[in-house]
């Protein structure tokens, strides 16, 4: 639907203006270094799946059963790392840059999005039910909220060096990714009405309750004082 990928892009546009007036000038580094990084964990995915895409022999993924942890877990580690690599490598200090990175992530993302509903439907996906149009709208917003939420526990891992927050970060993007990976396995086998609206119903509920939860939880934890390692 094109209207997710405008509310996303929209979204990303309102949130760079914010964290460029907190950050300063160097955000805009870790913004485009967080598209580099989702283009990248991207290709990491292809990869790992082409022998998986080989055996099957051209069948649709998505229909069988175990598309749907798989399509929650991948994404959940190889993305988490696109992020937490670079803000390693650029020696993260605040939030804010976190948060940049992950806003990166979500703008690239929101423009793929656009430029796949542009290739396959046109300028006639604007004409949507407006039930449609909000749900879009909701979707993008919290998942770009969840890329830069995400980010923050990233940036929690390497400045605290804790490995668990990763891992932190990682369980959450995964449980996000299991319900729209059960709504796409709903619709790839044809699920009945019911079905399909309940697992969009649920995957739009835990994207934001998720995604609001790691924007608490990483605010809070970039407010507690670092602890200076003992020599």
Known sequence: MIW??????????????????????????????G???????????????LPIILADRGAV????????????LLPGVVEEL???????????????????????????EAI???V??????GLGGVHEPFVSALIAVWE????????????TLDGVAIVRRKGRWLVAAMAAHTLIDLGAAWYQHAEAVHASVAVVRLALGT??????VVAALVWVWGRRLWLIPTEVPQN
């Open 140 to 151: 993008r917003f919290w998942a770009v909220t969840g890329h830069a939420a995400e980010a």
């Open 61 to 72: 993924l998505s229909a069988q059963l175990w598309y749907i942890p798989l399509a929650a």
């Open 4 to 33: 997710l990928a405008v509310a996303g892009i929209a979204a990303v546009v309102i949130a760079a203006v914010v964290v460029s007036a907190r950050q300063g000038k160097g955000w805009w580094v870790f913004f485009l270094v």
């Open 112 to 114: 793929t999005i656009l």
């Open 82 to 108: 696109g992020k937490y690599v670079p803000l390693r490598m650029l020696h993260v200090r605040t939030r804010n840059m976190a948060l940049a990175l992950g806003l990166g992530a979500g703008a690239i």
């Open 203 to 208: 995957s739009e509920v835990v994207l934001a």
């Open 116 to 121: 796949g509903v542009l290739a396959t439907a």
């Open 35 to 49: 598209t580099l990084g989702w283009v990248l964990a991207q290709a990491g995915k292809g990869i790992l799946l």
